[in-house]
């Protein structure tokens, strides 16, 4: 398998396991847990512009400058969030389609939510936004369990399993 082909797998694990989540958010309307998810959908957004490969549509844009304000605290409404998953999955799916093998060593410059100017392969880049979302997907089901509310199975070897 291409490490493009595995990150195309990926950015589809990505996209089933952030509607999983905006399932299980809606039903149990958990302000926390819809702190987490807004906080990691508009992590997906910043990095989607930083790339710049792939136009966002004009409402991703509009989610996008909430979730500027949202890296400082605070969440996306859950029809802002409903909206940002799918939207999210068509474009990532678009990104990958339009990147070759051969761009995914290309550096991305960029400037942080500080200011400072950074560069980073696009293939790492790809590998640290399924990461963080991976991660912030356990902050949510531990908060979940916490309060005694059910969580859901969302591993990659689940995905894997149902594709």
Do not use: C
């Amino acid at each position: 398998m291409s490490l493009l082909s595995h990150f195309s797998k990926l950015f589809q694990y990505q996209g089933w396991a952030n509607k999983k989540f905006l399932k299980l958010i809606s039903e149990h309307q958990d302000p926390k847990s819809l702190e987490i998810l807004s906080h990691n959908l508009g992590a997906e957004l910043i990095w989607l512009q930083r790339i710049g490969k792939v136009q966002l549509s004009d409402r991703a844009s509009q989610v996008l400058e909430s979730a500027k304000l949202i890296m400082n605290g605070g969440s996306l409404t859950i029809d802002d969030i409903s909206f940002s998953v799918h939207d999210l999955d068509m474009t990532w799916n678009l990104l990958i389609q339009t990147i070759t093998e051969e761009s995914l060593s290309e550096m991305i410059h960029y400037k942080n939510l500080k200011g400072d100017s950074l560069s980073t392969k696009l293939s790492d880049i790809l590998m640290h936004v399924v990461n963080h979302a991976t991660y912030h997907r356990g902050q949510i089901s531990m908060n979940l369990k916490a309060k005694g509310l059910k969580t859901i199975p969302n591993d990659f070897i689940v995905f894997a399993r149902e594709a």
